[in-house]
């Protein structure tokens, strides 16, 4: 199976699980995204990329003409249209496709978004190419993801743990990785928000469906790892951990 069945593939089946996730259906970041569009003149069009069962869109749909619900899962976006439809947001379409080929005119979007999407994708600097492609001039972008660590000893560690949970998971990028991959697609880039997400185990791995010799396998991981790491993350008994998470902004250079 390549990846981006699989991807489609795990997230179909989990629709449901992220849609009711306390993990994703709230949090700052959510506010955030709300307050950012409720300050605009709300006119723009914005593209959700990789909207998973659409959280990100709810919170921007009352304050902007469209948003389109982007994802390679088709039983995530029929999560979506039927949340949406429930709350009355009728600002919001839904599309289906990959991150890396976008289906859209060029300068269609004022803004693009991303929440909890981007360590999935198979090629992130395509997908900022043609983010950059599908962004009118002076279009702008704010992704919010699980971030990678700097320290080497802490980054491999919640890579594997990521993987092993997740098998479509590619990889948590660090801050540094980000501000490259967005200046090299023609991006003004910075991070502007950092903090924790607490994830309770049995939550976690029950979402995605974890098969249980995977489970077995992260819960030794936490047990074997050297004290430094399982202080970092916070590891607590029952396997429950934080992860590190950011928001990054980006205004489209010009040309």
């Known amino acids: 199976m390549k990846h981006h069945d699989q991807v489609a593939d795990a ?3 989990t629709a449901a699980a992220y849609l009711t996730s306390a993990v ?4 700052a970041d959510l506010q955030n995204l709300s307050a950012t569009f409720a300050a605009t003149c709300g006119n723009a069009t914005v593209l959700d990329m990789g909207c998973g069962a659409g959280h990100a869109s709810f919170a921007i749909a009352p304050h902007v003409r469209e948003v389109v619900a982007y994802d390679i899962a088709p039983p995530m976006l029929a999560t979506v249209e039927a949340a949406a439809k429930e ?11 990959a991150a890396e080929k976008l289906p859209f005119a060029d300068a269609s979007f004022d803004w693009a978004v991303s929440r909890m999407s981007a360590h999935h994708w198979r090629d992130v600097p395509a997908a900022l190419a043609e983010v950059r492609r599908v962004l009118k001039p002076g279009g702008r972008l704010k992704f919010i993801d699980i971030a990678g660590i700097d320290d080497p000893l802490y980054d491999t560690h919640i890579q594997a743990i990521e993987i092993l949970r997740d098998a479509s998971h ?3 990028y660090r801050a540094d990785e980000w501000i490259a991959m967005l200046d090299a697609a023609g991006f003004d880039a910075h991070i502007t928000e950092r903090w924790r997400i607490p994830l309770e185990f049995d939550a976690w791995v029950t979402r995605m469906r974890t098969p249980p010799e995977r489970v077995t396998a992260i819960r030794s991981m936490w047990t074997s790892a050297p004290d430094e790491v399982r202080q970092y993350f916070n590891v607590q008994e029952d396997g429950s951990f934080e992860l590190d998470a950011m928001m990054i902004e980006a205004r489209q250079r010009k040309q």
């Open 11 to 13: 997230f179909g089946s």
């Open 24 to 27: 994703h259906a709230s949090g």
């Open 87 to 97: 709350r009355g947001l009728a600002t919001i379409r839904t599309q289906q496709g």
């Open 170 to 172: 590619i990889r948590d």
